[in-house]
């Protein structure tokens, strides 16, 4: 079929303006991926901890420096975002935020949730 008149074409992805809701499941996406492959690295350092207790020595000074507490500290909060941003696609599969307005705010309500819950594993962490 012959289009009359081009339609407007932006795939330019720097000049597509992404509203908020839209960010916030791309970030899920994410979280879900880093999350899964996280799990794998934990139950690694889990089965060190558990197998002697030289194993459990050896997990806990991996677990002691800084770029390994900062690695831990991003997984806890990726796990807690895909949480509550999972929690929150839950109750819109159940028809809750599904207008804009509402979809905005209750993005902008998990954001802050997942801060708060950021700073307290920050704090289980150091
Ligand atoms: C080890 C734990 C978990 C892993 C590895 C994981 C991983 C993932 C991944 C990779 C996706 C993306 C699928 C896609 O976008 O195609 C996903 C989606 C999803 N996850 Fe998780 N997840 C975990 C736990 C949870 C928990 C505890 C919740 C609780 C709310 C949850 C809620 C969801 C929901 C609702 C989706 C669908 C989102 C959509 O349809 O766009 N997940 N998960």
Known sequence: MKVKKPRPVNLDLQTIRFPLPAIASILHRVSGVITFV????LL???SISLSSPEGFASAASIADSFFVKFILWGVLTALFYHIVVG???LLMDMGYFEEMETGIASTKVSFVIVAV???FAGGLVW
């Open 117 to 119: 819950l950021s700073v």
């Open 44 to 46: 690694w350092l889990l």
């Open 38 to 41: 996280s799990v794998a690295i």
């Open 87 to 89: 929690v929150r696609h």
